[in-house]
């Protein structure tokens, strides 16, 4: 036994002596991601803003029907230009016209027994109650014909106004039921387009120190020609589908015609708008990094090393950069390098662009 005891403590002996020698593990550290960052001087006031817009259908207007009824016949079709007064829509009108000249006739019938009577009323031929009861008849026959009178109307839609067609509901031969739509029409000499307001802009709107002459610029999405355009009305209650205010501004109609879904860009001096300038930090472009949605864009601010996405409004586009609002403060460190790398919360190393030169 004490031999194979002195055996075994020969073989484990050096194992545990190369044990007790060997190094400790080594544990790989990633190296710390090197960005360059700008410091955020004094902010400087937004003077112009674009907003995106949208060319809609100027007055678009529902036309409907006030009495019930089947179309007979549907004379325009959508696009097509109209002029005041003209048919657009007719109902079978057959049994209305033939109920108009059933009390057509009814009423020269009442008009002529009254005549008729007021002669024997002289020679004591009929009493004053029985002249009565046919003064009442023509004026209940004439009722009753004015109302025909107006079923026939009503049977057929008229254009209030010259436009184009926007939209045609109804074919030949369907049932339409009182004020359902069957036809919209817009006008077509003027250009009605859209934008939607931040609150921060309606919030800073006095009406006092607008330019009584003032009008913003428009250009629409193909570029060419500024045009002028004129506040026509706002909003002041939130939409429930976009959450945000709107406004519309309208302009004469182009040549060729600028038709409804055409992109623009309305360009506001805020200052002659009547609205106080905002407050905005310059930023180099390489320091926005773009969000999943249009018009979103974020930086990345830098404190102790670390680094936080905070999101941002751009109201401004030039050659200096990019003016933007809110989330930032005079003297925040924005990252201006290795956008795509960065994570929330990442420690980094930092240094300014005109030291990595």
Known sequence: MPSITKRLISLLLPCALLIACSPEPQVSTKPVLTVTHQVLAAPVTAQYRDFIGQVVPAELTPLSFRIAGEISQVL???????????????????????????????????????????????????SQAELDELIANVKLAEINQKLAEAQVK????????????????????????????????YQSDKIYVKIQLPDVILAR??????????????????????????????????????????????????TPV???????????????AGISGELGYQVPVNALDPGMQANQFYVWKLLDGKISKQA???????????????GLNEGDRIVT????????????????QEQAL
């Open 205 to 254: 709107f006095n009406p006092e120190k607008k330019e009584t002459n003032y009008k913003p610029t428009l250009q629409f999405a193909n570029g060419g020609t500024e045009h002028q355009v004129s506040l026509l009305e706002y909003t002041m209650q939130l939409t429930a589908q976009t959450q945000a205010y709107e406004a519309w501004f309208v302009m004469p109609q182009t």
């Open 76 to 126: 325009i079709k959508p696009g097509e230009p109209v002029t005041k007064g003209q048919v657009l829509i007719k109902l079978d009108s057959r049994k209305a016209e033939q109920k108009q000249a059933d009390t057509q006739a009814k009423m020269v019938l009442a008009q002529k027994q009254l005549s008729r009577a007021r002669s024997l009323v002289s020679q004591q031929l009929i």
């Open 312 to 326: 941002v409004d751009v109201v401004q586009m030039s050659s200096l950069g990019a003016l933007v609002i809110n």
């Open 337 to 352: 390098s290795h956008l795509n790398q960065l994570r929330e919360g990442m420690q980094v190393n930092s240094t300014t």
């Open 154 to 185: 009503y049977s057929v839609i008229r254009a209030p106004f010259s436009g184009l067609v926007s939209e045609v509901n109804k074919e030949n031969y369907e049932t339409v039921a009182p004020s359902e739509p069957v036809v919209k029409l």
């Open 258 to 272: 600028t038709l409804p879904g055409t992109t623009a860009t309305v360009h506001i001096d805020l200052i002659k």
